[in-house]
């Protein structure tokens, strides 16, 4: 993913991480007002249904007394027994005795009134007859409901039964199980409660053979999500807050340099390209350095020096070093094997140096192809060669296989000579900076000298790096420096174009010795023997 994609992705993670912990804690806060509005008109249910199941309870056990009753029927005593009865019940209204389809006496006292035979609505499940719309014969007034088993009958208040405390604008309803409505709170009519309405929440609760029903309007809910919004609002905006600054955490570390690199590393993002080593005695080309590119997947093209520091600090380094060996095999694996004249040098991180990591890699990118060992050369910086111990086992096993070693930028690091007179080395590369200084009758032209006098008094190959002018050139060429490489031959190239220029440079003015020679001799002497691996006889 380029850059402009991972900051597109993550403007949209960063809103969607923003959006949604608001809008899932304004849904949680909806459903909870939901579930608390329901629960609580639940509630109210339950309690209208166990007043109404107390009521009809208490209805039942009067008339099973009267029933039971030996008293002459509308005897004085008869009726002050019903009267005590509906005095003692609560919720009952009135106690009737009915013989002949006539009321003949009640709590009231002595009646004699016809009473219309119609059918109970319904029966209930011990046995009691239910009128769901009585017009009481004494006591005029509101239609009442009437139980009737046997002789007997009680009159009870409909609202009475749904009498629950409540807010104001909640409505009651009772029916049956068949579905006939039998009592409903006052201002609530039978027939809306039997309707859906939208704008209402309902809850219903069933009883054995009674359900109670109750509704409010959802308007309540309001304040119900207030009070859900005033604990769940905040928490949404604090995760809203930490998944924000999550998403721009790892967005800045997916962006940060270093991520960039692994990537890169990953998708093998990395291109060689080759600077020509010249013979300066002959300009004959002996072969090249490898160095590597980043080519982003844009196309721009980043310079080494602007992510090796970057890659040795991480570790990146070391699989960017196996890259470039596969790289060079891959590209001038013809070449090499055509051309035994040519080397090529890789340049290794002080890491590689020290523990020799990097030596089973170039085993493995030769094998199968004609390339020989001794046409890759190794080059590490002065850094490299700090640990003498471990430096001069990597060192030892490379020339073993055949690998010259050469140390590079030399003068710019913390060599000691001890040290470096002591490690079998093969090269000595100076640093463009001491090039730069000649002709330039700067102080360190002098060191320059010097550089070059115990480099050959180690008996070391010397290559000059950075030579950019004729007079550079003409002057190593007089201390007799054995190679050079600057922008006065060539600037590094892709590796078809190396292919060219060696081609024509060999055209013009020959190739050089192998640098594979059938008897390789030892390292006699560090820094002092013959030289093992040179491209060309000293
Ligand atoms: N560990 C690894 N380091 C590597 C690798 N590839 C390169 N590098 C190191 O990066 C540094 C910068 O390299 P680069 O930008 O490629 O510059 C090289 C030459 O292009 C430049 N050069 C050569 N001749 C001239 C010249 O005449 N003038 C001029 N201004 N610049 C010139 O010098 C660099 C060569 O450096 P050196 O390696 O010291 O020979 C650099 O330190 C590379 O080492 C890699 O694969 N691994």
Redesign the pocket.
């Known amino acids: 993913m380029n850059r402009h994609r991972v900051i597109a992705v993550s403007i949209a993670l960063a809103v969607v991480a923003a959006v949604l912990p608001v809008v899932l804690a304004a849904w949680l806060a909806w459903q909870g007002a939901l579930n608390a509005e329901n629960a609580r008109l639940t509630n109210v249910a339950e309690l209208a249904l166990a007043r109404a199941e107390r009521s009809f309870r208490g209805a039942a056990q009067v008339l099973g007394t009267m029933q039971a009753t030996t008293l002459a029927p509308c005897s004085e005593a008869h009726i002050a027994h019903m009267q005590a009865l509906t005095a003692n019940t609560p919720f009952i209204e009135e106690v009737g005795y009915i013989a002949g389809g006539m009321l003949r006496c009640s709590s009231w006292g002595v009646v004699q009134t016809q009473v219309n035979a119609t059918p109970a609505d319904f029966r209930s499940a011990d046995g009691i007859d239910v009128h769901t719309q009585v017009q009481p014969l004494v006591a005029q007034g509101s239609t009442m409901v009437a139980l009737q088993q046997g002789d007997y009958n009680v009159l009870i208040l409909p609202a009475r039964l749904v009498d629950v405390i409540t807010d104001r604008d909640v409505q009651i309803g009772l029916r049956a199980s068949n579905g006939q409505w039998i009592a409903t709170s006052a201002g609530a009519s039978a027939q809306w409660l039997g309707e859906a309405h939208p704008d209402w929440l309902q809850a219903q609760v069933q009883g054995e053979g009674w359900q109670a029903v109750a509704m409010q309007p959802r308007e309540h809910l309001r304040g119900a999500l207030g009070r859900e919004l005033l604990w769940l609002l905040p928490i949404g905006m604090l995760t809203a807050a930490v998944l924000v600054a999550w998403v721009v955490w790892l967005s800045r570390k997916r962006l940060s340099p270093l991520a960039e690199l692994a990537l890169a590393v990953r998708h093998e993002e990395f291109v060689?390209?080759y600077?020509p080593i010249m013979q300066l005695a002959t300009g004959v080309c002996v072969g090249a350095?490898?160095?590597?590119?980043w080519q982003r997947p844009d196309g721009t093209m980043v310079?080494?020096?602007l992510f090796?520091p970057l890659?040795?600090e991480s570790g990146l380094?070391q699989p960017?070093?196996d890259q470039?060996v596969r790289a060079v095999v891959r590209e001038l694996g013809t070449l090499l094997a055509a051309d035994r004249s040519v080397h090529i040098a890789?340049?290794?991180?002080a890491e590689d140096i020290k523990s020799g990591r990097i030596l089973p890699v170039i085993d493995q990118a030769l094998h199968g192809t004609d390339v020989r060992p001794e046409q890759l050369w190794l080059?590490a910086?002065e850094r490299g060669f700090m640990a003498p111990d471990s430096a001069r086992q990597t060192i030892e096993a490379a020339r073993a296989r055949g690998h010259s070693v050469a140390i590079?930028?030399f003068g710019t690091g913390f060599s000691s000579l001890q040290y470096l007179q002591n490690l079998p080395l093969d090269a000595l590369?100076i640093?463009?900076a001491f090039?730069d200084t000649l002709g330039a009758e700067a102080a360190t032209s002098s060191v320059t000298g010097h550089i070059i006098d115990m480099a050959r008094a180690l008996n070391l190959f010397i290559v000059a790096?950075?030579?950019?002018t004729q007079a550079q050139a003409d002057y190593l060429r007089a201390r007799q420096v054995d190679f050079g490489?600057?922008?006065?031959y060539a600037?590094?190239m892709p590796a078809e174009q190396f292919t060219a220029f060696y081609q024509h440079c060999k055209a013009q003015v020959g190739s050089g010795p192998a640098v594979v020679q059938v008897a390789r001799p030892g390292h006699a002497q560090a820094g002092g023997g013959p030289l093992p691996s040179a491209p060309l006889a000293k």
């Open positions: 060689v390209h600077q350095e490898a160095l590597v590119r310079r080494p020096d090796i890659a040795e380094v960017i070093t470039v890789v340049n290794l991180c080059e910086t590079d930028d590369k640093d463009k090039i790096e950075g030579i950019e490489q600057g922008w006065l600037k590094a």
